[in-house]
């Protein structure tokens, strides 16, 4: 980066907010979020823009924060700082190389070559998600603000990481406060055919523009070695297998069977090539293209591991109760798929169910089905989805890992209600 870039990037605050009295404690406490209800007042210049900086102050007039401003979204300010500082390219560099520093265990170019590289505001850098996938990068912006900031964040990683391309996927189910295209690449150039990655010595193919996310599920990288762990010569239901990781996980730890359970057809097709392409007997894999819930309700066939990774199934806080009762739904049906030493990992990615509710959820199934579980340890993402102590609600993944003393016994059928939420 030229040194007269590095004078002259820099994003001036152009907006004051005024917090109503009272409200200062979250911002003094450190929470990144100022929400819209506690905000008295918001001052702009003639020339701002949601998405620009601005500086958050008490009802007294004190300086408090700084961060990009979103006027007509709930998350009103996003803060970069605490401090009285620029919000330049030096802000960005220094953010940037803390968390690439944090990640130099993970990325050994050998057996791991994808990996979260920014975790927004794990890494203090709220709305910017960058992972990287052998030598290009996916990045998601999820805020007006780092889209703004995209010339100072973006010089900066193709200086320190010399990437061949630079990919932005847009996440519209989280991103309410800037009209940007689904995908669009922003440096060099990027293959739309699947890249081959590697992760704890095996490979897969990735869809960096159709896959979900930001194309694979990184996050989950930690407990599919787990599974590997475990899994020798087991019986292994993958349910909402997506495109095979778990499945090819314990393939290569000599499972005896594996049933790949997964809706979309893509997804299916994509499983099969991972397992193929790291050289796993055709004969233990059954893929079946099904919905999960009703795979569960209609096969009897009992498994020695079960790993239930659903999407986000509470997308709002007003479909909370409906995704709880679909949790529950999967559970008792996974129960009663269980054998005495069966384990099972269980996991919710909904931001808005708490571990406790999900904690409590699993207890209600196996209550109703009359299983005795015994719960092992806690799951979540790898080290390099840092989640920031005071940002709770970065605790998006939770999971169990569970054995099944005794299984389940079949006392009644879900009620058609539960059925229709799930």
């Not at 300010?77 to 220094?94: P, V």
């Not at 993958?238 to 393939?251: P, R």
């Not at 009663?336 to 406790?356: A, K, M, W, Y």
Request: net charge negative.
């Amino acid at each position: 980066m030229s040194e007269l870039t590095r004078v002259e990037a820099s994003m001036p605050p152009t907006f004051r907010i005024h917090l109503r009295p009272g409200r200062e404690r979250a911002v003094e406490l450190r929470h990144p979020w100022v929400f819209s209800g506690a905000v008295d007042e918001i001052e702009a210049l003639e020339e701002a823009v949601p998405g620009d900086v601005g500086d958050v102050y008490s009802a007294k007039g004190e300086f408090l924060a700084r961060g990009t401003v979103h006027p007509e979204s709930q998350i009103v300010c996003r803060i970069l700082t605490w401090n009285d500082r620029r919000i330049d390219a030096d802000f960005f560099a220094e953010r940037i190389d803390r968390a690439l520093s944090a990640r130099a265990s993970v990325i050994d170019h050998q057996r791991t070559t994808a990996a979260r590289l920014i975790n927004a505001e794990g890494d203090g850098l709220p709305g910017l998600i960058v992972d990287r996938y052998q030598q290009s990068l996916v990045v998601q912006t999820l805020s007006a603000g780092m889209l703004r900031a995209r010339p100072l964040w973006l010089e900066i990683l193709v200086d320190r990481l010399g990437p061949t391309g630079v990919l932005e996927r847009g996440d519209h189910s989280r991103r309410e406060e800037v009209d940007a295209p689904e995908e669009e690449v922003i440096y060099g150039l990027v293959s739309r055919d699947p890249v081959v990655i590697k992760e704890n010595g095996l490979s897969f193919r990735v869809d960096l523009f159709g896959g979900q996310k930001t194309g694979f599920y990184l996050d989950q990288r930690d407990n599919r070695a787990l599974l590997r762990e475990h899994a020798s010569g087991a019986r292994v239901l993958n349910l909402f297998g997506y495109t095979g990781a778990f499945s090819v996980y314990a393939g290569s730890a000599r499972a005896e069977s594996v049933t790949h359970v997964e809706s979309s057809g893509p997804a299916c097709a994509l499983a099969e090539e991972n397992w193929e392409l790291n050289n796993l007997p055709p004969s233990r894999l059954e893929v079946v293209e099904t919905d999960a819930f009703g795979f569960l309700r209609q096969n009897e066939e009992r498994y020695d591991r079960i790993i239930l990774d659903p999407p986000p199934l509470a997308r709002n806080r007003g479909s909370v109760q409906a995704a709880l009762r679909a949790y529950k739904d999967l559970h008792l049906w996974a129960f009663l798929r269980s054998e005495p030493g069966t384990e099972i990992l269980t996991f919710s990615c909904s931001q808005h169910v708490t571990p406790d509710l999900f904690q409590k959820v699993v207890f209600g199934a196996a209550l109703d089905v009359g299983a005795s579980v015994q719960w092992l340890s806690r799951l979540g993402p790898g080290v390099d989805h840092p989640v920031h102590l005071n940002h709770p609600q970065g605790e998006y993944l939770k999971g169990f890992r569970l054995r099944v003393l005794e299984p389940g016994q079949e006392r009644k059928r879900p009620s058609t209600d539960e059925e229709g939420e799930a």
